[in-house]
C-alpha cells in the first residue's frame, strides 16, 4: 500500500501515522518529496488488516493499494491457462467449447428434441434450467426438481455434459446431484454466501458476471469460489448494463480480453443475453472468440415462438448445425480446438 500525505502534514502527524502501520503489521518505508511525503508500507495487504483504515487520519490524502483483492484467481498466482474439466469435456487451455441449450427446460419432449438437434450439429455440453431467476414472480420459474431429472437423465442418454443454473443454497445438492457443472446467475455474481457453499458441492463452476458488477468484482466472485475449494471455474460475459436499448445488455468485449489477461480461469462468452435478440448471437459470439475467449454459451430451442423465458434471443435447434459451420473457422483462427 502506498500511503500518501496532505500537503505541509507535520512530522508528529507523520510519526504517529507510521506508529499505526507498525501495529497493523507492515514495516514503513518513507520518501519525502519536495511538497509530500509518501509511506510505502511492505506487507501482505490480502491479510485483514487493512491500510484503509488510516483515511479516518485527517492528515491523509490518500490510500493506495498494490496488490489485488484477489490471488488465486490471478496471472500472477499461476501463470498458464486453466484447464475446466465438465463431466468428459475440457474447456480452456486451447481447447473451446460451445455451451448451448434451451433457457428453461418446459418438457421432456422439448428437452429430448433440442439435444438431439444439438448434440447431431456437434455441441457436447448442454445447458437449460431447472430453476429460472425471473424478473416477475407470474413469469415461469422452471420445473424445478422435475426439470432437473430430465436433464440428468438425458445428459446420460446423448453422452453430453450438462450445465445448470443454481439459485438457492437449499437446491445445491440435488443441483450437484444430477449435472456436470452449475452456473451461478448473473443476478447471484455477488451472492458470497451462496458461492461458497456452491464451491463445496464437487463440481465445476460457471460464473456469470452481474450486469453492474465490476471485472475486479466479478474476479473477486471467482476468488471465493477458489479460496473455499471449487473444482474448477469458467467466467462468463453475459453483457452487462449500459444506457443503450437496442440491445438487451451491452456485451462487454473488452472484459473477455481483461479478464484472461489479469487471470488464468477460461472465460466464456453469453451472447444471448447480451444481445437479447436472435440476429445478434452469432456475430457476438465471433467477436467473442476473435477477443479470445474459451467457449460461448448459447441459448437454443426446437420451437423458440413457443418458449416461456427469453423467446427473442433463441436459435432454433434444429438450425444448429449452421451455427457450428459459422463458427468453426473462427474458432481455428484463433487458434483452438472445438470440442
Ligand atoms: C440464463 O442463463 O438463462 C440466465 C438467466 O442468464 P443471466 O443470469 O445471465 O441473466
Ligand atoms: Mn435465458
Redesign the pocket.
Known amino acids: 500500500m502506498i500511503i500518501v500525505f496532505k500537503a505541509h502534514t507535520s512530522p508528529k502527524q507523520i510519526e504517529e501515522v507510521k506508529k499505526h502501520i507498525i501495529d497493523l503489521g507492515y514495516q514503513p518505508r518513507i520518501i519525502h518529496g519536495v511538497e509530500r511525503t509518501v509511506i510505502g508500507a511492505v506487507g501482505d495487504e490480502l491479510s485483514h488488516r487493512s491500510l484503509e483504515a488510516l483515511m479516518t487520519f485527517s492528515c491523509i490524502e490518500n490510500v493506495v493499494p498494490i496488490q489485488k483483492r484477489y490471488k488465486l484467481v490471478s496471472r500472477q498466482f499461476q501463470q498458464q491457462d486453466s484447464v475446466v474439466k465438465i463431466g468428459a469435456f475440457a474447456l480452456g487451455g486451447g481447447q473451446f467449447q460451445v455451451i448451448a441449450g434451451p433457457?428453461a427446460i418446459e418438457s421432456r419432449a422439448q428437452l429430448r428434441q433440442a439435444m438431439q438437434d444439438l448434440t447431431q450439429a456437434g455441441v457436447r455440453i448442454i445447458r437449460a434450467?431447472a430453476y429460472?431467476?425471473r424478473t416477475s414472480p407470474y413469469d415461469f420459474q422452471g420445473l424445478g426438481e422435475a426439470g432437473l431429472r430430465m436433464l440428468g437423465e438425458l445428459g446420460k442418454e446423448f453422452g453430453v455434459a450438462t450445465v445448470t443454473?443454481v439459485v438457492a443454497v437449499r437446491d445445491i445438492e440435488v443441483v450437484a446431484g444430477a449435472v456436470d457443472m452449475l452456473?451461478i446467475?448473473?443476478?447471484n455474481c455477488q451472492n458470497y454466501n451462496l458461492l461458497e457453499v456452491v464451491a463445496g458441492a464437487g463440481k465445476p463452476v460457471l460464473l456469470?458476471r452481474g450486469p453492474a458488477t465490476t471485472i475486479e468484482e466479478w474476479l473477486s466472485s471467482a476468488e471465493y469460489l477458489m479460496a473455499h475449494g471449487c473444482k474448477g471455474v469458467v467466467l462468463c460475459e453475459?453483457g452487462i448494463r449500459t444506457f443503450e436499448r437496442a440491445t438487451r445488455n451491452t456485451l462487454d468485449i473488452s472484459a473477455v480480453v481483461v479478464a484472461k489477461n489479469e487471470s488464468h480461469l477460461p472465460v466464456v462468452v453469453?451472447p444471448s443475453?447480451a444481445a437479447g435478440i436472435k440476429s445478434l448471437v452469432v456475430p457476438l459470439a465471433k467477436a467473442g472468440i476473435a477477443v479470445g475467449a474459451d467457449g460461448v454459451m448459447i441459448?437454443a430451442h426446437p420451437d423458440p415462438v413457443s418458449a416461456l423465458s427469453?423467446a427473442a434471443q433463441q436459435l432454433v435447434s434444429s438450425e444448429f448445425g449452421q451455427v457450428m459451420t459459422e463458427l468453426r473457422p473462427h474458432v481455428a483462427l484463433a487458434g483452438k480446438t472445438m470440442g
Open positions: 433457457c434450467g429460472k431467476p443454473e452456473q446467475g448473473a443476478r456469470k453475459r453469453d443475453h441459448e427469453d
